[in-house]
Nanobody, 120 residues
Framework: QVQLVESGGGLVQPGGSLRLSCAAS????????MRWYRQAPGKERELVAT????????NYADSVKGRFTISRDDAKNTVYLQMNSLKTEDTAVYYC?????????????WGQGTQVTVSS
């Protein structure tokens, strides 16, 4: 299995930046697609960003395009989410997710989440 631990959350003013990190252990990190989700109280969980395992292609939710960047460092078993130009509506708990589907087997792992609060 894969264990995921997020870090880097905190309080930041609107317009500021944060970089979230997700450290993975327990399996072959490079074989997994990595995703960042977020969820605010009373709202649905939202897929924020995805990076694939092989090509490292990325995609983003419309709400964060141009502001957030997902990246991965397979040598360090870590995925990052660089968040710039933060808005109050970005306030949420951010979760790291590792996903793999191969030979009829589905693997899906989650971190504990890290709180991001954007407020003046």
């Amino acid at each position: 299995q894969v264990q995921l631990v997020e870090s880097g959350g905190g309080l930041v003013q609107p317009g500021g930046s944060l970089r979230l990190s997700c450290a993975a252990s327990g399996s072959t990190f490079s074989n997994y697609a990595m995703r960042w989700y977020r969820q605010a109280p009373g709202k649905e969980r939202e897929l924020v960003a995805t990076i694939t395992s092989a090509s490292s292609s990325t995609n983003y939710a419309d709400s964060v395009k141009g502001r957030f960047t997902i990246s991965r460092d397979d040598a360090k078993n870590t995925v990052y989410l660089q968040m710039n130009s933060l808005k109050t509506e970005d306030t949420a708990v951010y979760y790291c997710n590792a996903f793999r589907q191969r030979f009829g087997m589905l693997y899906d792992y989650w971190g504990q989440g890290t709180q991001v609060t954007v407020s003046s």
